[in-house]
């Protein structure tokens, strides 16, 4: 074997040349030489243990979900702000915010013929009851809102299973609140869903069905159930089999009830008047513990200010850590700071963020200017060791939307999404699903981005294009 | 480019020689000569379509989950041999066994302290119900036999919970009999498991807690929780938290009920009364629609003896579908098979099981004489083109068990086990998870196992060193 491996080192030699002025790194840019050393500072300190997951699991473990107007919601706001206050965190409170309350209830869907079986199923948020006693009627199977038109006839006094098979969450999630809606005004009696993910064991996904329902002229009662049983109730009309279901839900609103978004700072050194915002939701669907979504947002945030106080990098301007309320069915925390921050929007420099998981670190996504977007591109450099060097275009969250509405740069944090719907919406979002090191690694790459943006003597500039939108 | 591409082009022809050498296939074995068309012609058959899947899918969707003394269990029997003879299988018939009838009843497990949590639970296999109004009592959280030892002071009175992470099945499954006994001794009054698998989505496992608990002096209620509320609980400890839960089963015993193993054949041509016997278990947990725990096998098996029949290929002597009945509870069908044919024992060529799910096809385990491994080896070169080409040693299965005691040569069915213990007695047992191509590449490998063992004119012979044991 001698001879081959001498042939291939020596073509590795001629190569060599090649390779190496790829490889060969760009000179530092001009953020680089100033925050790179603390940047290493805070990913050594983010990586030395496993802080941020300990404080996730206390979170989650000790109050479970938190579905808006649920006292688990509270409490664990409670809990959150008095551990910020024991950590030496600044201004922290609760900023008030009114959340719609919506109560799941007793649930149940059986299946009656071919043959009995109670399958595990969750309504979907927002859904309306059925009569007491539950509904009863035959299923059709459709696969699209195509199919459910071709098959309009036969839909009156039914209950419809929108069996789509998941492409993306953007294609398939159509049908959480449009399902129910286009099924309806054909004179279904309620919906099925086949649960919104690529892979589940025997999970339903719940999830809000939106405005396209809570607006609609008839509602009629709408569930999801695992993929596997919608598969099967498929294959059975394939078969030509008689479908039969029993559905009850006892869903239910309440009037709405107060809330807070939990908020603290690492007050700016020379203009604390000037903001990064900074965060996740701590709210959750009413199952598992919602610690991809989003309890992990709001610890990355809130791990990535605890850090850089311990390590002593006070920026110029003031990072703000927020936990927004009732992201998941209503909006509200978002649309709340909007507007006790609307006077001084102008002083925000930018709002970031997390609410897609706490998977590997991807790069940041940004919504802006192109100026901007070059300056979140030079401070992704400093995310070389963690296996990033540039942000994409495109980035923002549903409660920075109202602020980005009115010109706040958006960035949101991306990590891999391979995983992520599998667990989201469902019993399965546990912190055990979560990597201790990939969540300090998020972490890391967070705090470093608040950091520089807060730190920089320019701050982050707004003219040129536009970027993300 | 072009340089470096030539010189790893050279090197490439350079190593040429060796690689062929090493690849060259050896001359074909006397098996491959008489037997390699035949096995084509059932790859063939077995992969142009997805009969085996379908097949499956109607017999799991028709009857769900088959646990010995259901009525879903002598239903699915019922249209099993039904099918079967219209197929046009020969001496189709259902031979008694008595089996145990363990009925789960109503079960709740929740966490009272510290916080509210109605957890997901499967009661294992043969446990006892709690006193009415069920068992409230503190939980200590061990994780392994030596940690109850140690916690031994603190277990009277209490909840044991075996948080065993898990290592193989055969290690961490010692527990889920052994557990409950152990705790027992100690005054415990009731134990939890963690579930017995890699990985879950909140996924509860069930299963037999087996003759040690049956047999023990004092028997205690014992359920499994999910990996992450067992993980849970015992950060829970760790944090020095108090941890109540109420422990709610109704889990009885009734008289032993009749059932029967699923019996049909391919009679031999010249020696009918020589057999191979060839299944998987027909019973299941009372969970899923045990569809690879072990539809599947019966499935194989039955489907390799219909291509069988329909390519012509009727082998020297019988070969014997069996869907056994109650492996999972009792293994009454494989005694009773025992007892019904010991007289013609001697008369079995070998017995082969497939009972470790339907992924991808991985060859055959053999426990038997050298001669007759060697045998199975030659068999397994007619595989190459499924990707496997020689057996490894020890094999059997629970079923066929009683009749290897009596000297049967044993051989098991051996697949991809990366995701077998994620779906093993649990809801998400179902056909869904099985690749429909993988089923039909098992269904071709078993037929031309059992074909060519039939058909041999010397038969398997028995000679030799013991192999597999």
Redesign the interface.
């Known amino acids: ?1 001698a ?2 491996v001498l ?2 080192l ?2 590795s030699i ?2 060599a040349p ?1 390779l190496s002025a790829q490889r060969r790194p760009a000179a530092p840019n001009p953020i680089q030489r100033e925050y790179q050393q603390a940047a290493d500072r805070i990913i050594a300190a983010a990586l030395k243990d496993s802080a941020a997951w300990n404080k996730l ?2 979170l989650t ?4 979900h938190r579905l808006s107007g649920s006292d688990a919601l509270e409490r664990a706001i409670d809990w959150t702000l008095a551990r910020m206050k024991e950590e030496g965190l600044e201004n922290v409170r609760g900023e008030p915010a009114m959340v719609p309350r919506w109560i799941r209830g007793h649930e149940k869907v059986e299946l009656l013929e ?2 009995y ?1 109670n399958m ?1 199923m969750l309504g979907l948020g927002g859904s309306v009851a059925t009569p007491r006693g539950g509904i009863q009627a035959e299923v059709v199977v459709v696969t699209s809102f195509d199919d459910l038109k071709a098959k309009g006839a036969q839909v009156r006094g039914k209950i419809v299973l929108f069996d789509v098979p998941f492409t993306s969450y953007g294609a398939t999630v159509r049908y959480r609140g449009g399902g129910p809606v286009e099924a309806a005004k054909l004179g279904a009696v309620a919906t099925l869903l086949r649960s919104v993910g690529p892979y ?4 339903p996904h719940t999830g809000s069905m939106g405005t396209a329902y809570d607006t609609a002229a008839i509602k009629i009662p709408a569930a999801a159930i695992s ?2 049983d919608a ?2 109730l498929h ?2 009309q394939k ?1 030509g089999q008689r479908i039969v279901v029993r559905l009850d839900m006892e869903a239910h609103w309440l009037p709405d009830s107060p809330s807070r978004n939990v908020v603290a700072e690492l007050a700016g050194r020379e203009k604390p008047d000037e903001v990064v915002v900074f965060g996740g939701h701590i709210d959750s669907w009413d199952v ?1 513990t919602g610690a991809m979504d989003d309890a992990g947002g709001v610890v990355i945030a809130w791990e990535a200010v605890r850090l850089l106080k311990e390590l002593g990098l006070r920026p110029r301007r003031t990072i703000r850590v927020v936990g927004w309320t009732n992201e998941e069915n209503g909006g509200r925390g978002g649309a709340a700071y909007r507007d006790t921050h609307r006077a001084a929007l102008d002083k925000h420099v930018a709002a970031i963020e997390s609410d897609g998981g706490t998977f590997k670190f991807r790069g940041f996504g940004f919504t802006g200017s192109d100026s901007g977007f070059a300056v979140v591109n030079q401070i992704s450099k400093l995310l070389r060791p963690l296996g990033v060097d540039s942000a994409t275009a495109g980035g923002g969250g549903a409660d920075i939307g109202p602020i980005m509405e009115l010109g706040v740069p958006g960035i949101s944090h991306n990590v891999d999404g391979t995983r992520y719907f ?2 989201h919406h ?3 979002d ?1 912190v ?1 699903k979560i990597d201790p090191r990939e969540l300090a690694e998020n972490v890391a790459a967070m705090a470093i981005l608040a950091y520089v943006l807060a730190d920089l003597p320019g701050g982050l500039p707004r003219g040129g294009k536009v970027v993300g939108r």
């Open positions: 074997m001879r081959p042939l291939l020596s073509a001629l190569l090649t699991a206390e473990d000790g109050f479970g071919p043959r079986l595990p589940g064991m025997r999970t993929q596997e598969a099967m294959r059975m078969r598992g599998w667990y469902t019993e399965a546990n055990d």
